[in-house]
């Protein structure tokens, strides 16, 4: 495939990608698209860029830094969308604008230390286990308003709202159950903090239903990027 044709297929995929959500979503406003582009090269995410996509969602963090070095120029809005560990916690504080991933308490307080004064607070999120998946990252439901007030205590962070990765069910319905208790738990946590406005749930095969059911925020990959 040549670069004009790379270029002509991304702006398609984004076009269609934008349709898709503007059909979905609420009259009274458009969920945030996040492109997630882990495994893709910074040549690609350049590409998207020059179409007006700005938010970026990376799994990996020593994978985003380099993409990041990079593409420096462009100042882009990255999101770290991955487990955290803890001894990577001062890399993302750093360098990202969003965590969408904290999950246990021990998290709070070095990105609270290494997040930068010269930075505005970073945005988080509360990645929940919503399916109870051995295999997940999340905290569990009932641990969300324990998390959510040692953030509000910290300076440097700023509670968002939610996020989960529902288990991959072939039975819509079954996804569908998950997105509804997703916003039910985020409407919950509306009532008891401020700035709580994001609700990110929903991927590639599923980014419709999860918007019918109050997502704010859609986490695109293959879709977009295609194939892996």
Not at 13 to 40: C, F, N, T, W, Y
Not at 60 to 66: K, R, T
Not at 110 to 120: A, E, F, T, V
Request: net charge neutral; glycine share 6%.
């Amino acid at each position: 495939m040549t670069s004009v044709d790379s270029a002509s297929a991304q702006k398609n995929s984004l076009d269609e990608i934008r349709r898709r959500i503007s059909a979905a979503a609420p009259i009274h406003g458009l969920p945030q698209l996040v492109a997630v582009s882990k495994k893709q090269s910074a040549d690609a995410i350049r590409g998207l860029a020059a179409l007006g996509q700005r938010a970026f969602g990376e799994n990996y963090v020593q994978e985003a830094l380099a993409k990041q070095n990079e593409l420096r120029d462009l100042k882009l809005e990255w999101h770290n969308i991955g487990p955290l560990q803890s001894n990577k916690c001062r890399e993302v504080a750093e360098n990202f604008a969003w965590l969408q991933s904290l999950d246990r308490a021990k998290l709070i307080a070095p990105l609270q230390l290494y997040r930068p004064p010269n930075l505005p607070a970073l945005n988080v999120l509360i990645q929940v286990n919503i399916d109870d998946e051995t295999s997940k990252s999340g905290c569990a439901p009932e641990l969300i308003e324990t998390l959510a007030a040692a953030i509000g205590k910290s300076a440097r962070l700023r509670l968002r709202g939610l996020m989960a990765i529902p288990a991959p069910h072939a039975d819509p319905e079954l996804r569908r159950a998950a997105f509804i208790r997703m916003h039910t738990l985020f409407l919950t946590l509306q009532k008891n903090h401020d700035d709580i406005d994001t609700l990110s749930m929903g991927m590639s095969e599923d980014f419709e239903l999860a918007i019918t059911l109050g997502a704010t925020m859609v986490r695109i990959g293959s879709a977009l990027f295609g194939a892996r």
